[in-house]
């Protein structure tokens, strides 16, 4: 895929806010790392937090954060080349004064990139701070995720960002839409001629899509309090896998089409009603810090979709994701229709699957395709056995590292626009606030039992993290 934004000019500075925060810590930092030792980043990397901290005792985080993340330390010569780009402003965001300060950090920078790791709370103030000091000038600026919490504040988002950025220099940070496995999705329906043809209500049943997390909130109760599993992995990452899966074939090879035919799917998608969606709570979540003693906020989430269009009418999509389920695992499973005529005793539904396509997406990232096969002997009866590619790539851009370096160089086909946003935000605003009360589930299981009641005449397939299963009957 190519795109003409692919021409623009590449950001002269780094600066992002929350630079002493959590996700600079996991995140920001290992990543600047790896673009160091690949030769991405030398431009000057501007930290800006409000914290009375001081740039050595920022570097010191920095170097904590690299030997604590997968990999360590392993190119010393890399980290001293990071820490010498690196510079430090310490300021209230609303503070005028911190603007000015970041201004002089910023002298012989003409085309800064500023990243918004910070609260959404914050998101406004620093965008008009950075207007009013006149950092906005030819300037980008990296929004991470949320978007909003509904499509009202995800529109006055927006509005805000576009009274100071051009649409053009807003990058919308999904790190999800960075890895290499989501990418593979894009690649494998459009690069392989046998998909096409199957790939439509005549021969889909259904499809299934589970990200699942065997650990809980992390601490971060008060946080979740504010957002819960719909808006926080449903609305966005899991509806980025369904347009992909589900989008006509862009009409030019540019990701600006892919965007377009993505828009396309979020616009038919039917709006969920209340009967459409299946809330948990895992025991134990009323316990954390930060959480309120009677709360209703769910930690599992389960869907049925379904996309209006002619390619998928009347093909549910079930979707789901949770917090101390089973397995860390996420994966994808496209169930076909059986034949058209039972010619074996054993080639039916009742007997296990029907022929399928299984993408893990994590871990051990697998493609595979299931098939029938007879049995030794006389009798018609066979096993439903798996034709698996491992798609493991070692050594593979990082999704923050990937992310981080198109948005420099001002590439946005990974990043959504403003418009799917919005469209997205219009599918689950029904039941937003109009649902029922989650449904208590046990840490350890795979949600509660109630989540099964979406799916009719089949069953959700529980994600294995292990070697390639084979279905039998």
């Known amino acids: 895929m190519s795109d003409r934004s692919r021409n623009a000019l590449a950001s002269d500075a780094f600066v992002f806010f929350g630079a002493t925060g959590d996700l600079a810590y996991k995140m920001i930092f290992p990543a600047l790392y790896r673009m160091v030792k690949r030769g991405s980043l030398s431009v000057p990397v501007i930290g800006v937090a409000y914290s009375q901290w001081d740039l050595a005792r920022l570097s010191e985080r920095v170097r904590d954060s690299i030997e604590q993340s997968d990999g360590g330390i392993d190119d010393p010569d890399a980290l001293e080349r990071l820490l010498s780009l690196l510079s430090y402003v310490d300021g209230d965001y ?16 003409h085309r800064p990139a500023h990243y918004l790791a910070i609260p959404p709370a914050l998101f406004a103030t620093v965008t008009m701070g950075l207007g009013a000091a006149g950092l906005a000038r030819d300037a980008r600026v ?14 006055e988002l927006n509005r805000t ?3 100071v950025f051009p649409e053009d220099s807003i990058f919308r940070i999904d790190h999800f839409l960075g890895k290499e496995e989501i990418l593979n999705l894009l690649y494998f329906r ?16 259904s499809v299934q899509i589970t990200l699942a997390e065997q650990f809980g909130v992390q601490g971060r109760g008060a946080f979740y309090e504010t957002a819960g599993c719909l808006r926080d992995v449903i609305e966005n990452h899991v509806f980025q896998i369904v347009a992909l899966l589900a989008m006509e074939p862009p009409s030019y090879q540019g990701f600006g089409a892919v ?6 799917i979020f616009k038919a998608m039917r709006p969920l009603d209340a009967d459409d969606v299946v809330r948990g709570q895992f025991t134990g979540y009323r316990d954390e810090a930060g959480v309120a003693n009677d709360s209703d906020v769910e930690t599992f989430c389960a869907v049925r979709l379904f996309i209006d269009s002619w390619r998928w009418s009347g093909v549910p ?7 101390c389920l089973a397995e860390t695992a ?28 299984r993408f893990r997406l994590a871990p051990n990232p ?8 007879k049995r030794p002997g006389e009798e018609f009866l066979g096993d439903q056995r798996e034709l698996s590619l491992l798609n493991a790539q070692p050594n593979k851009e990082q999704p923050y590292e990937r992310l981080l370096g198109d948005a420099l160089a001002g590439q946005d086909a990974l990043f959504t626009s403003a418009e799917n946003v919005e469209a997205a935000w219009a599918v689950v605003a029904p039941v937003l606030d109009h649902h029922d009360r989650a449904y208590p589930y046990e840490p350890g299981s795979w949600g509660p039992a109630r989540a099964d009641t979406l799916i009719t005449n089949a069953h959700w397939r529980n994600p294995t993290t292990g070697p390639s299963p084979a279905s039998s009957p």
């Open 94 to 109: 609303g503070d005028p004064n911190t603007f000015s300060a970041l201004g002089r950090a910023l002298e012989g920078a």
């Open 142 to 155: 990296i929004v991470e995720k949320p978007f909003g919490r509904d499509l009202a504040s995800a529109r």
């Open 161 to 163: 960002l576009r009274s």
């Open 190 to 205: 459009f690069a392989n001629s046998f998909s096409e043809p199957i790939w439509n209500r005549n021969h889909i049943a």
């Open 259 to 264: 965007r377009r035919e993505k828009f396309n």
């Open 317 to 323: 999509w079930y979707l789901r994701s949770g917090k």
């Open 330 to 357: 996420a994966e994808v499973l496209v169930e076909l229709k059986p034949p058209p005529q039972r010619l074996f005793d054993d080639s039916t539904p009742e007997h296990g699957l029907a022929n399928y396509l």
């Open 366 to 373: 697998v493609i595979a395709l299931a098939a029938r096969v």
